[in-house]
């Protein structure tokens, strides 16, 4: 499995309403092209692009992008991430 969890913080959150994007803590060794796929497939959602950054805690954390057509606050709902 890729996806380790998603993140709740406020930051967070606060991109799943203003930029459509889900961030999550990832595995070391997920790419960009392995977490695209594997979201697209958990989802059932069009990725329009990831980033990646490892924080100064030595996590990796992917921010994952939709596609205009797809909420990220329906799929934050599904991973109860907000209520």
Do not use: C, H, W
């Not at 961030?23 to 392995?34: G, L």
């Amino acid at each position: 499995m890729i996806f380790i969890s998603p993140l709740k913080t406020e930051k967070a959150i606060m991109k799943i309403e203003k930029e459509n994007t889900l961030t999550f803590v990832v595995d070391m060794s997920a790419t960009k092209a392995t977490i695209k796929s594997e979201a697209e497939k958990l989802f059932s959602v069009k990725v329009a692009g990831v980033q990646i950054m490892i924080g100064p805690n030595g996590k990796k954390y992917a921010f994952v992008r939709l596609e205009k057509a797809f909420k990220a606050d329906d799929v934050a709902t599904k991973l109860k991430m907000v209520a």
